[in-house]
């Protein structure tokens, strides 16, 4: 099946908040699958950066940092590095900081050589992002870009944060998905071969069976 030279891979994209990490954990587990969330490493390398004051658009630092920040994590990663908490990696400032990080092409090239560093040493895995099936891994076992209305993710995702405004989080997942369409380097938008999901309307249920079913349909096994 892998017809690419490197593992399965399922590829999830698609705007902020559409469920990407729900479904994918899902999947990760009926399929034996192991999971990344690529979204996670813009996030701390934003995260740093305000820590560290450095200014978001000045993409030298940015990008030194990130190799700085590459090189520190060495043994393990930093895709994968456990040493952020995940309520200090969506807090209110990275959410706004980290779209400006994403836009930088030299810290777009190095998070997708250590994205396909990862998968290269798995032999099945699903990632969520917003250019995995585009730009990372266009040859990808299978695609999926989710979607849903944007009122509908914000309080979805309310309800999954509990603290955060509803009026706060759809004004970000606005202004998120508009920075991530229109960016230039890998900006979001779904890959012809994707297999579209709008969620707004199914159950976690329902979209998991058509994923699912998608998923057997190009080989993938179900985990008994
Ligand atoms: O979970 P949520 O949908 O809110 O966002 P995320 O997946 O944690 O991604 C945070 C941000 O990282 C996005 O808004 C994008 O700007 C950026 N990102 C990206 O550019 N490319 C990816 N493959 C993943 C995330």
Redesign the pocket.
Known sequence: MPEQGFATVVAVDGP???G??TTCLALARSFDLRYL????T??IIAFEALQREIPVDNTGKITGLCDELITESRSESLLTSERYAPEKLRAAPVNVA??TV?KIAEVRQRVTSLIRLWAGAQTRCVI?????GTAIFPAATVKFYLTARPEIRAMRRVRQERAASYENVLNDVIR?DA??MSRTVSPLVAAEDAIRIDTSELSLVEVLSRMSSACRNRGLEINR
């Open positions: 902020a908040a559409a990407k990490t969330e690529s979204g996670r813009y996030r980290v779209s994403a969520e992002g917003r250019d995995i998120r920075a991530d």
